[in-house]
Nanobody
Framework: VQLVESGGGLVEPGGSLRLSCAAS????????MGWFRQAPGKEREFVSGRSASGGRTSYADSVKGRFTISGDNAKNTVYLQMNSLKAEDTAVYYC????????????????????WGQGTQVTVSS
């Protein structure tokens, strides 16, 4: 099982980035997916999640209206579109997956996830 994030980088405040998480070694459509982030000196926190079916999503209040999670089952990839970025969005962003037999649940607790990627750095600065 492998999750590989990409798409991070340096962006100015107000800018946009799209993160990708390519999954391999498991059936993508049987897994709930999530994005978390960790800033220096802080705990890893939930950003967004998607049910295995893709029909349900959830967002942290801090990113609602700015970030959008989506997935492509054919490519085994989940995305996080980040718009109107702020300095406080600066963090390492991690993709996570949870094997899920019930396809409608979205998980916001990091302990619920079975697999994690290595993370991609997002820096928002002028």
């Amino acid at each position: 099982v492998q999750l590989v994030e990409s798409g991070g980088g340096l962006v100015e405040p107000g800018g946009s980035l799209r993160l990708s998480c390519a999954a391999s070694g498991f059936t993508f459509s049987n897994h709930a997916m999530g994005w978390f982030r960790q800033a220096p000196g802080k705990e890893r926190e939930f950003v967004s999640g998607r049910s295995a079916s893709g029909g349900r999503t959830s967002y942290a209040d801090s990113v609602k209206g700015r970030f959008t999670i989506s997935g492509d089952n054919a490519k085994n990839t989940v995305y996080l579109q980040m718009n109107s970025l702020k300095a406080e969005d600066t963090a390492v962003y991690y993709c996570a997956a949870r094997e899920e037999s019930i396809s409608i649940y979205v998980y916001t607790n990091r302990g619920a996830y079975d697999y994690w990627g290595q993370g991609t750095q997002v820096t928002v600065s002028s």
